[in-house]
């Protein structure tokens, strides 16, 4: 049951998915970063927020397996 558990890769998707995302929301907040508009420092500031819990979620499932 233990090998059956560690073999079983039903969670890799969505980790790639979780990846490809955060990887996206880095270059949109450096795009909006770049320019200066008033609601460019929002939008970074959601987007760091979004990064910043994306990796911790990324710890905890590293530390747990």
């Known amino acids: 049951m233990f090998t059956a558990f560690i073999q079983d890769e039903s969670g890799q998707g969505i ?29 970074a500031q959601a987007f760091g927020s979004c990064v910043k819990q994306l990796n911790a979620l990324s710890d905890i499932a590293n530390s747990a397996s």
């Open 15 to 43: 980790t790639e998915y979780g990846a490809i995302l955060a990887f996206v929301a880095i270059l949109v907040a450096m795009v909006f970063s770049i320019t200066n508009g008033p609601l460019a420092g929002a939008i």
